[in-house]
Nanobody
C-alpha cells in the first residue's frame, strides 16, 4: 500500500511560480512512475507531467517550457516546478504513482492563479 502526501499548492498571481512536492510512503516494491495530473472545474482530469524510474519525462504540451518534473528516488519524492503560471493552470493537482501495476493517487492540492 502506498500513501501519497502532496504539498506546495496555493494562490499565486499570473506569471508567478509554485513548486509542488509529493512524498510516497508505505509498503511497496519499487515505483515505476511518478507524476502529476490536474483537474479544473467542469473538466476531466488530465496528465500534466510524468517521470519514470529511469528519469525519462513526459510533459503536456500546454505546460511545456514552463513546468519541470523531477524526482528524488532516495526520498520517494516527486516535484513539479511551475513557472510562468497562467490563469488556465488553475486546478486541483493530484500526485500519481504507479507501483507494481497499481495506480495510487494523492488527495489533491489546489493551485489558483489569479489573472
Amino acid at each position: 500500500q502506498v500513501q501519497l502526501v502532496e504539498s506546495g499548492g496555493g494562490l499565486v498571481q499570473a506569471g508567478g511560480s509554485l513548486r509542488l512536492s509529493c512524498v510516497a510512503s508505505g509498503t511497496f516494491f519499487g515505483i515505476n512512475a511518478m507524476g502529476w495530473y490536474r483537474q479544473a472545474p467542469g473538466k476531466q482530469r488530465e496528465l500534466v507531467a510524468e517521470i519514470n524510474s529511469g528519469g525519462i519525462t513526459g510533459v503536456a504540451d500546454s505546460v511545456k517550457g514552463r513546468f519541470t518534473i523531477s524526482r528524488d528516488n532516495a526520498k520517494n519524492t516527486v516535484y513539479l516546478q511551475m513557472n510562468s503560471l497562467k490563469h488556465e493552470d488553475t486546478a486541483v493537482y493530484y500526485c500519481h504513482v504507479l507501483s507494481n501495476n497499481v495506480n495510487y493517487w494523492g488527495q489533491g492540492t489546489q493551485v489558483t492563479v489569479s489573472s
